[in-house]
């Protein structure tokens, strides 16, 4: 696996016109990599810069706002919003377990049984895809309204008396409560979820699963001990490619959630665009993304799988 | 699940079968492999024998018949319930776990807590030792090889059952490995049932060598037997190299058949001869090269009475050390081939020289002509 296959590029010393390879190759790899770093410097570090500036910010939108180094936004902002903080943690992590409890048997499913249904199921994981985000997020607005069959059918089987007892969904309500939101999450995000996941799954040699049964593994134990473990990469992308953007969603917590549900992302959205508080807002957005980056830290080392290839 | 000892450790396989759709990848097999044996099945790819030894191994379900191990009908067993452990075409060697853990899978599965012992044993067994925290990939093919081994008989099952397991190595690697394998069925005395596509492995390393084709077992027997007294042109053609000529069977009785080839006449025990042999009837008269002798056309004065005799003309010659291989082309056969010694040579022994060709009558075997007389030429390797 790690053997150098690739044999050295043959040594041509009749061709007449050419330079040494040394001088020639040398820019090479620069030059390749030139679109992305100047895409990078202008769509992220820039942006980012700015907006680092502007959480340091003070003044008002009539007079304009200059750069004294106020941190003390960066405190505000976490003591004035540090419950939509936790919220969007637990709405992010609680859709990212059931996109790993609904994901994974469906990727196992298309790895290891569709056979030549394989290709369909894939397109219709990903169909949703077509439509758009909003779109697909309204429909759940149609499909979790009041007095409509689903809340019926939840009602009638006493679901609503249990989440309501949790406290995720209010009376006859389930729109407007967390379990909405969470549903929200959860059906957006679920195919990046599956993908990786079947990614790390078809990569698995069926003859493993035979080699664990030849030698006295019952299937479950086959499963625990041999297939999870091999499909860890694909659980922690697909885990992080759910938790990450699921934390910072609003569309989400705006169209089924309500006042009682607002996620940080919700918080930072109204800063910007109604509030017109830019420094607050910028500070929430760099809270966010630590808060990001140290757990997604912590996770990798935990899950012991640094390569996610 | 716990493997016992009762003495009867035979493998037998009743009537077994298999079908896909309308494929027949096995046609219905009786087969008996004895306890403790080293046994081989030889064929071209494609001719049934992994899925009889994954029938054996219960990844496979027959379609009709019934595998045994000693006294326990197993057909309906998972494999995970048979006492058998599969050696892996390509190791199937679990990736995420070391060399350790790897051994100690079958172990462990069957919640024995302290392997310890076991597992260093076995990799003693093996000569990896040094190698238990390792990942396989960080080991050579030949390494991995091993480790499998060491895995499947750590579990000291009734019979070891081993896919093509040399497939993946170099030559020089595969040699040493036919050694080792040996070695160690040796030293642990369990029944192993092998396949292989290497007419020359099964030959260096079984006991008992069944011949496969087309789903089914053309021959039976010990090596030297299969070598010598091949019943059919596949067997004659894929173990080892077979002159066949097309001949009439005279008249004769006694112990020895007369048959005409051209104008030749040539002995043929009759022992040896798994034909009808109905005088006027088609044969096939078989000998192998290394039984031929070879002398030049003006020295056939020399050569004893009561010797199977050819004359032909030599097309091609090849010296590779120890011997030279001829071919000479014959009137009553295109394209003999003839490997002699290299004791003296005759310098006039160059291709397009007259010679005769001489072999006792005892090395004659004769085949059913009714067979196709090239079968079996191809797949040999």
């Known amino acids: 696996m790690t053997t150098l296959t690739e044999a050295p590029p043959p040594l041509d010393p009749t061709a007449p016109d050419r330079k040494p390879p040394r001088a020639r190759g040398r820019w090479t790899p620069y030059w390749l990599l030139l679109p992305g770093i100047l895409w990078l410097l202008v769509f992220f570090a820039l942006p980012m810069v700015y907006q680092a500036s502007t959480s340091v910010q003070t003044g008002s939108l009539e007079e304009g706002y200059k750069v004294t180094w106020h941190f003390a936004t960066y405190w505000d902002a976490l003591s004035a919003y540090w419950p939509q903080f936790v919220r969007s943690v637990a709405y992010a992590a609680a859709a990212t377990v059931l996109c790993l409890l609904l994901g994974y048997p469906l990727a196992y499913m298309i790895a290891f049984r569709a056979g030549r249904w394989r290709n369909l199921i894939m397109v219709l994981v990903i169909a949703p895809f077509f439509t758009s985000f909003l779109i697909r997020t309204l429909a759940w607005k149609t499909i979790l309204a009041d007095g409509g069959p689903v809340v019926g059918a939840l009602n009638t089987l006493h679901v609503l008396d249990v989440t ?15 379990l909405a939101v969470v549903c929200g999450l959860t059906y957006n995000f679920l195919p990046f979820m599956v993908l990786p996941l079947y990614t790390s799954l078809e990569r698995i040699d069926a003859r493993l699963h035979e080699a664990a049964g030849d030698l006295y593994a019952r299937p479950w134990t086959t499963f625990r001990k041999v297939t999870f473990p091999l499909s860890m990469p694909g659980v922690v992308s697909g885990t ?21 549900t607002r996620m940080i992302g919700n918080v930072i959205q109204t800063q910007f665009l109604r509030v017109l508080d830019y420094p607050t807002a910028a500070a929430l957005s760099f809270i966010l993304m630590a808060a990001i980056l140290i757990a997604v830290t912590l996770y990798i080392r935990k899950s012991g799988t640094e390569d996610l290839v | ?7 009867s450790g035979d493998v037998r396989l009743s009537g077994i079968s298999k079908t896909y759709g309308s494929f027949t990848a096995v046609h219905p097999l009786d087969l008996t492999v004895p306890e403790g044996s080293f046994f081989a099945l030889l064929g071209a790819s494609g001719c049934g024998k992994t899925t009889t030894l994954r029938m054996i191994a219960g990844l496979e379900e027959p379609t009709t018949g019934t595998v045994s191990l000693g006294e326990q009908d197993v057909t309906a067993l998972p494999p995970y319930k048979r006492p058998v452990n599969t050696v892996f075409q390509s190791y199937a060697l679990f990736p995420h776990l070391d060399i350790f853990e790897n051994v100690a899978f079958g ?6 807590k302290s392997v ?37 008989l750590i579990n000291h099952p009734k019979v070891l059952l081993l896919d093509e397991p040399l497939g993946a190595l170099d030559l020089k690697l595969r040699r040493q490995m036919q050694l080792e394998l040996k070695r160690i069925q040796t030293e642990v005395g369990i029944t192993f049932v092998h396949v292989t596509h290497d007419q020359e492995e099964a030959m260096t390393m079984a006991d008992t060598v069944a011949v496969m084709n087309a789903g089914r077992v053309e021959q039976l027997g010990s090596p030297a037997d299969l070598y010598e007294n091949p019943r059919t042109t596949f067997v004659a053609n894929f173990l080892g190299t077979s002159n066949l000529i097309e001949a009439e069977t005279g008249s004769g009785g006694g112990d020895e058949i007369a048959v005409r080839a051209g104008d030749c006449t040539l002995l043929l025990p009759r022992a040896r001869c798994s034909a009808p042999a109905t005088a006027g009837g088609k044969v096939l008269v078989g000998v192998r090269p290394e039984k031929i002798s070879l002398v030049h056309a003006d020295d056939a004065g020399s050569v004893p009475a009561g010797r199977n005799r050819i004359t032909g003309t030599i097309a091609d010659s090849s010296f590779i050390g120890v011997s030279t291989q001829y071919v000479v082309d014959s009137p009553v056969c295109p394209r003999l081939e003839v490997y002699a010694q290299n004791i003296e040579r005759d310098a006039r022994l160059v291709p397009g020289a007259e010679v005769v060709l001489h072999w006792s009558p005892a090395h004659t075997f004769g085949l059913d002509a009714a067979q196709d007389i090239g079968a079996g030429v191809e797949e040999a390797a």
């Open chain 1, 164 to 178: 309501g007892w949790l406290g995720w969904t209010s009376g006859d309500r389930v729109l407007a409560t967390p």
């Open chain 1, 240 to 260: 992080l490619l759910t938790f990450i953007p699921a934390s910072g969603d609003y569309v989400n917590a705006d169209l089924l959630g309500s006042t009682d």
């Open chain 2, 1 to 7: 699940m716990k493997t016992t000892t009762d003495s």
């Open chain 2, 107 to 112: 172990l462990r599965r069957r919640g024995i």
């Open chain 2, 116 to 152: 310890k012992k076991q597992v260093e044993e076995m990799l003693e067994l093996v000569q990896l030792g040094e190698q238990a925290r390792k990942k396989p990939h960080q080991l050579s093919g030949g390494q991995q090889q091993r480790v499998a081994v060491a895995r499947a």
